[in-house]
């Protein structure tokens, strides 16, 4: 049965350069050893989707948490931060990074925590998902969901602080499911085949599932491009995987049934 109860409020952590910013979180009531997950909201911000997510999480038997990736932009509603963060060319990586490792070590230091954490990423945030992966130590499983920009064929634009996931994916350590839409542009499905290809080469854990019909963002249920068939098997793919690498007590049981 799903956990019921549950406690879901906004929250301060120390994130990059130990920057006090916002995180939005949420954890079951009645289990003494939940699983973390970082949730890495998507480029259009930390909006009442991402909460839901956190809050669907509370509800499987995990500790969620989403820190607030523009809250060093200024005060705001969501789309104005996002609009910000996009016209000063996107956040830079090492603060992303910053700011989940904060969100990680906030979990873990809950009493509830049972210290395995998972991370999941949505658009933009799939892609920090994947980079995540590579360079932030105890991410027990990891998650993206058309993380764009991962293997880009255009490297014109990238600097010191916005790189190639790709590049790094030799340092992978942690277990990757990759969630894509088959008619997303970004990543395209000839991206996709890159990223797969690599992770092949270098004999990553890993598995993809790929949607026909489905485009970028078909999760999000307030969107144009929800596809509620797609995004309910892949739901379950994600819980499937948490539950083999994280051990949910729900989806642990689930996996083993």
């Known amino acids: 049965m799903p956990y019921e109860g549950q406690l879901a409020e906004t929250t301060m952590i120390h994130g990059h350069n130990g920057d006090l910013i916002e995180a939005y979180y949420a954890h079951p009531l009645g289990t003494a050893s939940a ?3 970082v949730v890495i909201h998507h480029a259009p911000g930390w909006d ?5 997510v956190c809050r669907k999480f ?3 038997g995990y500790a969620a948490i989403s820190p607030h990736l523009y809250h060093r932009l200024g005060p705001g509603a969501p789309d104005d931060l996002a609009a910000k963060g996009r016209a000063s060319g996107g956040n830079p990586d090492d603060q992303v990074m910053g700011d989940v490792e904060g969100a990680m070590n906030w979990l ?6 049972s210290g395995k954490i998972g991370v999941i990423g949505f658009c933009s945030g799939g892609r920090q998902t994947y980079l ?3 360079r932030l130590s105890g991410v027990d499983a990891a998650v993206d969901c058309w993380g764009g920009s991962v293997d880009p064929l255009d490297r014109s634009q990238l600097h010191e602080q916005r790189v190639a996931p790709i590049d790094f994916t030799e340092n992978i350590t942690a277990p990757l499911l990759g969630i894509f839409g088959n008619d997303d542009q970004n990543p395209n499905p000839d991206e996709v085949n890159r990223i797969e290809a690599r992770l ?3 004999a990553k854990s890993y598995e993809f599932h790929r949607y026909d019909g489905a485009g970028h963002g078909f999760f999000n249920v307030a969107g144009v491009a929800y596809r509620p068939q797609q995004a309910t098997d892949a739901w379950q793919k994600v819980f499937a995987w948490y539950g083999r690498y994280l051990a ?6 689930a996996v083993a049934g």
């Open 48 to 52: 009442e989707w991402i909460r839901e």
């Open 58 to 60: 509370a509800q499987h």
């Open 108 to 113: 873990r230091e809950q009493t509830y925590c």
């Open 248 to 253: 949910s007590p729900l989806e642990a049981a």
């Open 132 to 134: 995540a992966a590579s």
């Open 35 to 37: 699983p973390g997950v």
């Open 200 to 202: 092949n080469a270098l």
